[in-house]
């Protein structure tokens, strides 16, 4: 079992910054794929980014450019950097750990979730 807890969301105005963190804690974390995951109201939850346990990283392409995941397995904690952000990036962002090496895209591939935390991105 992994359990993820999501922090850092709040209120910004457009072209403006945000630092997410997610602390895991349970088994090894450094050997779980992470990645960031939101859904806005009536939407389907969004692939946003991934980072493998080697640090490879994949990006959805509305957020190529503007974000940036990291992870720092010492301190069991992934990070999402959110610059220049939009009021399309409005959403609650979800923490997300699965076994294995390769970075999905499926939100279902995941298999430990955190409780989220929202994002209000103001124009």
């Known amino acids: 079992q992994v359990q993820l807890v999501e922090s850092g969301g709040g209120l910004v105005q457009a072209g403006g910054s945000l630092r997410l963190s997610c602390a895991a804690s349970g088994r090894p974390f450094s050997t779980y794929v992470m990645g960031w995951f939101r859904q806005a109201p009536g939407k389907e939850r969004e692939f946003v980014a991934g980072i493998s346990w080697s640090t490879s990283t994949y990006y959805g392409d509305s957020v190529k450019g503007r974000f940036t995941i990291s992870r720092d397995n010492a301190k069991n904690t992934v990070f999402l950097q959110m610059n220049s952000l939009k009021p399309e990036d409005t959403a609650v962002y979800y923490c997300?750990?699965?076994?294995?090496?390769?970075?999905?895209?499926?939100?279902?591939?995941?298999?430990?979730w955190g409780q989220g935390t929202q994002v209000t991105v103001s124009p």
């Open positions: 997300a750990a699965r076994s294995g090496t390769v970075i999905a895209a499926d939100p279902g591939a995941y298999a430990y």
